[in-house]
């Protein structure tokens, strides 16, 4: 079936957080060591994220109890090695220094994402930027990548991919409810919650807005389980957009659904 819609994650995807996040993972160590009352966590810190780069499938991002993302890229990292290194902070003081330090984040595009972004536009899809970031953040780094046909580009930041949908607030949503409530995937310890219901509805409603289906739709993201995971199991067509850090689960998932896994540029093969 021929790509009417696009659904392209952000950072990471687009951007090399490797280079973006020094800046916000200074601060966000720095913050931690004052909240402590410690010169610096350097040590501790080392100590931890060897621990969680270790044993990846028993650390990462855990919302309402459930752990939702891997840590694959230097935010996902900072979020598990965080409260290891000050398991006396709670969540909200460890979440307000994540938010207060991520200003620190800089901008740094992979080399091929303008000449992709303008294969996409040029392509006559519709392009829709959805990422977890600010809006107004990722709007002023689109401007500064200044691609041809930047006017067409919908961006629909905030998405929250993270968050599990509770059971009821989706009920009677016959596609949302074809997605099963986990998946396990061969070598990785811990279930994929698949029902991320406010990425659910960013999709849904760009469905509607455009009318074209999951099936028209290809989603490139660098995280499976926040990014690909819910779109491959509601049909879409997927690209794994790799780092150093991906893990061989998250290949797997994509593999699963006839997804694709490759430099950005690969995913025009798509189209
Ligand atoms: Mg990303």
Same mark, same amino acid.
């Not at 990471?12 to 090399?16: A, E, H, I, P, S």
């Not at 993302?69 to 890229?73: E, K, L, N, R, W």
């Not at 691609?147 to 067409?152: E, F, I, S």
């Not at 998405?159 to 993270?162: D, L, N, S």
């Given at each position: 079936m021929t790509i009417r819609t696009v659904v392209l994650d952000f950072d990471?995807?687009?951007?090399?957080v490797e280079i973006e996040a020094q800046g916000f993972l200074r601060g966000y160590k720095a913050g931690l060591a004052s909240l402590l009352g410690v010169p610096d966590v350097d040590d501790a810190w080392s100590t931890w994220e060897r621990k969680v780069l270790a044993a990846p499938s028993d650390h990462g991002m855990v919302i309402g109890g459930r752990m939702v993302? =891997?840590?694959?890229?230097l935010y996902l990292l900072a979020t598990a090695v965080g409260p290891l290194v000050?398991?006396?902070?709670?969540d909200a003081e460890t979440e307000r220094l994540f938010k207060e330090n991520y200003r620190f984040t800089e901008t740094a595009f992979k080399e091929e994402t303008k000449e992709v972004v303008e294969a996409l536009t040029a392509a006559g899809v519709g392009l829709h930027v959805v990422t977890n970031s600010d809006s107004g953040t990722v709007s002023a780094k689109l401007d500064r990548l200044?691609?041809?046909?930047?006017?067409?580009i919908r961006l629909h930041g905030n998405?929250?991919?993270?968050i599990v949908a509770?059971?009821?607030?989706?009920?009677?949503?016959a596609r949302f409810l074809s997605v099963p409530e986990t998946v396990s995937i061969d070598g990785w310890q811990r279930p994929v919650y698949a029902r991320r219901g406010l990425y659910f509805d960013a999709l849904q409603s760009i469905w509607e807005e455009t009318d074209t289906a999951p099936a028209e739709t290809l989603v490139i993201g660098d995280v499976y389980e926040l990014d690909l995971a819910l779109p491959a199991l509601l049909g879409c067509k997927t690209h794994l957009v790799p780092s =150093?850090?991906?893990l061989d689960y998250e290949r797997a998932g994509v593999a699963a659904h006839g997804g694709t896994c490759g430099p950005l540029r690969e995913a025009l093969g798509h189209l």
């Open positions: 990471g995807t687009c951007t090399d993302a =891997p840590p694959v890229d000050a398991p006396q902070l709670d200044a691609p041809a046909g930047r006017d067409g998405a929250r991919k993270f509770d059971p009821d607030r989706h009920a009677g949503h =150093p850090r991906t």
